[in-house]
């Protein structure tokens, strides 16, 4: 498989780790990435600040109140279907 390729300025840095957990990246990197490591880093760094986003959600978000969340849940449900009345 041929390894991917990131389009724009890239930045090449040293990282220390375990042996153990050197192979626990290249496994996951061969399993998710065709073997990139660099793109799971990017992940890695993506998945880090949805993390930081849920956090500021979690605990620093103004409250919604009841009426705008209650809207929120109907808008998000999906439509019903209307059963057909003809017998089969």
Sequence with gaps: MTRLRRSGATETFSVSVSPA?????RRAA???FGGNVSALIEAIALEADRQDALEWLLHRAPPVDEEAYREFLEEMAPAKK??????A
């Excluded at 957990?21 to 990246?25: A, D, E, H, P, V």
């Design 21 to 25: 957990t050197r192979k626990k990246l």
């Design 30 to 32: 061969d399993r998710a």
């Design 82 to 87: 209307k059963r057909s009345r003809r017998a």
